[in-house]
């Protein structure tokens, strides 16, 4: 695709969206990153070869298509040097900050943008990435394009159609590969405990977990009918698959995906309460 596009924020996940467009063949000319680290800019630009601007305002104006890749706790500032030059420009913004509503932003920028907030997570860095990617009513048929576009170069994407969806993707996507890291983790020390060595046990497991996923991806089938395909009726699966259900791991899941929203919602109160005062 052709258009241009800034990122405000030169930290990781700028990193993962840059280098899936430049893997993807988009145009490196086409795309300007600021930040007040002069030396991450200059080292963005030495991999990727794309532009840098220590000019925000300059920038901004330049490029239609603006990627708000900042902290929350950096978002009002940044809002408050480019909102002017938003306004004249009617830019794209896409953000993907955490917690912030698109109702926070419109309040931030004064006026209504056209808005999407998007929620990756960290295997986009590896062009494995699941994303989420919310619209706001003033998001165009080319800017649903765009930014649809730039989130498949780092894997598959989803569109909700209400924002507080986004919440239950970052329960089942954004923080969930830190979940199934921590299941590996767990099986990784047993097998250790029990005589492999860590290098073995890492190979065995993280083959096994790609394994699963990819059987997963490729059938027809649901999870469980999957599962249970695999589970012979008094064998050894069956036998480890009663402890986990024994243990409670179904409430286990539901209740650490339920904490998660319940924070997600928690820092969009502070955020708007900040904003408020």
């Not at 991999?47 to 239609?64: D, I, P």
């Not at 047993?190 to 990819?214: D, F, N, P």
């Not at 997963?216 to 009918?225: F, G, K, L, Q």
């Amino acid at each position: 695709m052709d258009f241009k596009v800034c990122f405000v924020g030169g930290g990781n996940m700028a990193g993962s969206m840059i280098s899936g467009l430049v893997e993807d063949g988009f145009y490196p000319s086409n795309i300007t990153v600021f930040d007040r680290n002069l030396d991450k800019l200059k080292k963005l630009a030495e991999v990727y070869g794309v532009s840098f601007s220590q000019n925000l305002k300059e920038m901004v104006s330049n490029n239609h298509v603006v990627v708000l890749a900042v902290k929350p706790q950096q978002m009002e500032d940044v809002v408050s040097q480019i909102k002017e030059v938003v306004r004249e420009n009617s830019n794209f913004i896409i953000t993907v900050a955490a917690g912030i509503s698109s109702s926070v932003y419109k309040s931030l920028f004064g006026f209504d943008v056209s808005l999407a907030r998007v929620m990756p997570n960290t295997p986009a860095s590896i062009r494995c990435g699941a994303s989420g990617i919310f619209l706001n009513p003033n998001v165009s048929d080319r800017e649903k394009e765009i930014v649809e576009y730039m989130m498949r170069t780092m894997g598959v994407i989803i569109i909700v159609d209400e924002e507080y969806k986004i919440d239950v993707v970052t329960a089942c996507a954004g923080s969930a590969p830190a979940y199934f890291l921590l299941f590996m983790e767990c099986v990784i020390d047993e097998a250790r405990r029990m005589g492999l060595s860590s290098e073995q046990a890492k190979l065995l497991v993280t083959q096994t977990a790609l394994g699963a996923a990819k059987m997963a991806m490729r059938s027809d089938d649901d999870i469980e009918v999957l599962r249970n395909k695999i589970t012979s009726k008094g064998g050894t699966t069956a036998e480890s698959l009663k402890i986990f259900d024994d243990g409670g791991i179904k409430d286990l899941v539901a209740k650490a995906m339920q904490a998660n929203i319940r924070r997600s919602k928690e820092l969009t109160e502070i955020f708007s309460s900040k904003l408020s005062n």
